[in-house]
């Protein structure tokens, strides 16, 4: 019997230090290790990502004529749109179409005018009519799909993230080893990450703060804070890293901060947290869904009030020994069980 054709696009991936970078390369590998035959999977991406996947699935390379008229129109039974920017339309594809949702982030800043989020939510609104499924990463995301697209309701599901587990070399040092102990946190540098917010955990301690992601103009406002509280010289701005530095920070750090006001999922938190790290989060947004139990969380950010929960967060973690249940809560993340979950959706789009 014929195998459906799936076709799954990729072509976020152009960024190795972005969100969509990550998700791309771990849903994908997945999907290949899982597919088993079910499907004759093909992948749509840069050409300058051609060397991901090691050449396990058959790919497509995007091109800038796709947005006029894609010529595997009529080649698939299924398209997966990986994301919600994604550059191939679903209106050029002839199939059943599944789009993932990372985020609705635009409409929680409001760093854009009224007008700006109406274009965007009506951008959205399209893409989501033209698609058979949509699949959020959080149940934070579901439930803004369908407060601005109840119509949706019917065609939402959530599918949590995996998360890759980082292995660290007991060999390997990063070109920056900040002074121990120290705390950690990585992202993109900008406002709604919070990371100026954490210069005020240094407060009557020793503790060093490594930052790492790509820099944006934020910077100045977060060494300002530094400067605030008596601590420039202990907190350290590496940029982007690898991800053997990214594995010897998680491992080495003391704990893991991300005051975030704006995530859709959230995957530092899981990497941390394979560690066996106590990580400190905001209580906004998904991160609930993802921390669970096991996370101390920032309910507002005053600075004594994140004090005191880091204060007492560090002393419950360490008297209460919950190294492992912060390893068992990552474990419920794989990239294995959102693999098999969203192959189910293909074949189950098929079925209707």
């Given amino acids: 019997m014929k195998k459906p054709n799936v076709l799954v696009t990729?072509?976020?991936?152009?960024?190795?230090?972005?969100?969509?970078?990550?998700?791309?390369?771990?849903?994908?590998?997945?999907?290949?290790?899982?597919?088993?035959?079910?499907f004759k999977l093909k992948f749509y991406l840069f050409k300058h990502t051609q060397y991901l996947?090691?050449?396990?699935?058959?790919?497509?390379?995007?091109?800038?004529?796709?947005?006029?008229?894609?010529?595997?129109?009529?080649?698939?039974e299924v398209v997966h749109l990986s994301d919600q920017t994604c550059r191939l339309r679903p209106g050029k594809v002839n199939a059943k179409k599944i789009m993932t949702v990372h985020d609705m982030n635009k409409v929680h800043l409001k760093f854009s005018k009224p007008h700006r989020i109406q274009v965007y939510l009506k951008k959205l609104g399209k893409l989501i009519a033209?698609?058979?499924?949509?699949?959020?990463?959080?149940?934070f995301v579901?439930?803004?799909?369908?407060?601005?697209?109840?119509?949706?309701n019917g065609k939402v599901s959530v599918i949590y993230n995996g998360a890759d587990k980082l292995v660290s070399d007991e060999k390997y040092i990063p070109n920056f080893v900040p002074p121990k102990p120290f705390l950690f946190t990585i992202g993109l540098l900008s406002v709604q990450k919070g990371f100026h917010l954490l210069p005020a955990l240094l407060k009557e301690n020793d503790f060093h703060l490594v930052i790492s992601g790509r820099e944006t103009p934020h910077k100045q406002r977060i060494l300002e804070e530094a400067e605030k509280y008596n601590c420039l010289d202990r907190v350290h701005i590496t940029g982007p890293i690898s991800d053997e530095d990214k594995a010897w920070y998680y491992k080495n750090c003391d704990a893991f901060l991300f005051p975030s006001v704006a995530e859709g999922f959230g995957?530092?938190?899981?990497?941390?947290?394979?560690?066996?790290?106590?990580?400190?989060?905001?209580?906004?947004?998904?991160?609930?869904?993802?921390?669970?139990?096991?996370?101390?969380?920032?309910?507002?950010?005053?600075?004594?009030?994140?004090?005191?929960?880091?204060?007492?967060?560090?002393?419950?973690?360490?008297?209460?020994?919950?190294?492992?249940?912060?390893?068992?809560?990552?474990?419920?993340?794989?990239?294995?069980?959102?693999?098999?979950?969203?192959?189910?959706?293909?074949?189950?789009?098929l079925n209707q």
């Fill in 130 to 139: 033209q698609c058979d499924k949509i699949v959020c990463i959080s149940r």
């Fill in 267 to 349: 995957l530092p938190v899981i990497e941390a947290m394979h560690f066996g790290k106590p990580v400190f989060l905001s209580k906004f947004t998904s991160l609930p869904e993802v921390g669970g139990d096991v996370a101390y969380y920032f309910d507002h950010f005053d600075p004594e009030h994140m004090q005191d929960v880091f204060k007492k967060g560090l002393i419950d973690f360490t008297q209460n020994n919950r190294y492992e249940e912060a390893i068992a809560q990552a474990e419920k993340f794989t990239w294995e069980s959102a693999a098999n979950q969203y192959l189910d959706l293909y074949q189950e789009v």
């Fill in 53 to 76: 996947f090691n050449g396990l699935v058959d790919l497509i390379y995007l091109s800038r004529l796709d947005r006029l008229f894609f010529k595997g129109k009529n080649d698939f």
């Fill in 10 to 38: 990729f072509d976020s991936m152009k960024d190795a230090n972005c969100g969509y970078f990550s998700f791309g390369k771990g849903l994908g590998d997945a999907l290949i290790q899982e597919n088993k035959g079910r």
């Fill in 142 to 152: 579901a439930n803004d799909v369908l407060h601005y697209f109840p119509e949706a």
